[in-house]
């Protein structure tokens, strides 16, 4: 990505997110997918301020809660997860890093509400898998929302930088 057109598109990354977010509904919201994608196709702090100025942004909006911490993290380690495919447009692996962002995303930030919300699971290895299971249902929607806004992400960053901006196109390794 050409530096002049990191900023804006960092910019645009969290004003889209935002915007989707706080009118999402049924926990169907891009911010995996925007992670993800900041990873790959943006360099260095902007990468990873995306993911953490959206969620500020929005978590005012609609109030945070006693596992953020958690949530922050998983978002931050969806980021590094995308600089794996930085180098690349397989669909392939950009699917799998999809799946391991949200399937990280759910292990953490389960464990981050079991610890914050003691008093709703016992702090037992019982109240963490009751936690987990009470999470399957939540876990479903953020998959598909991770899988289709990677596609439109990814998709529609290819599509552009092969006709309207070219010079973003992804320098691919050889094989």
């Known amino acids: 990505m050409q530096k002049s057109a990191a900023r804006p598109m960092a910019?645009?990354?969290?004003?889209?997110?935002?915007?989707i977010r706080v009118t999402q509904a049924l926990n169907f919201a891009p911010v995996g997918a925007i992670s993800l994608f900041a990873?790959?196709?943006?360099r260095g702090w902007q990468a990873y301020a995306v993911p953490l100025a959206l969620m500020a942004i929005t978590?005012?909006?609609l109030g945070g809660n006693s596992a953020w911490p958690a949530v922050y993290l998983a978002f931050l380690i969806t980021v590094w997860i995308g600089t794996r495919v930085r180098n690349t447009?397989?669909?392939l692996a950009i699917g799998a890093a999809s799946l391991a962002g949200s399937i990280q995303f759910f292990l953490i930030t389960?464990?981050?509400?079991w610890l914050a919300m003691g008093h709703a699971y016992p702090r037992t290895v019982q109240g963490l898998i009751q936690c987990y299971a009470a999470g399957v249902p939540f876990y479903w929607r953020t998959l598909a929302s991770d899988v289709l806004y990677t596609?439109?992400?990814?998709?529609l960053h290819a599509w552009l930088?092969?006709?309207?901006a070219r010079r973003e196109q992804v320098t691919l390794q050889a094989a």
């Open 89 to 91: 447009e397989n669909p």
């Open 39 to 42: 990873g790959a196709r943006l």
């Open 11 to 19: 910019i645009g990354l969290i004003i889209l997110g935002a915007l």
């Open 110 to 113: 389960n464990f981050g509400a």
């Open 161 to 164: 930088s092969r006709t309207v």
């Open 59 to 61: 978590d005012v909006i």
């Open 151 to 155: 596609a439109i992400l990814f998709g």
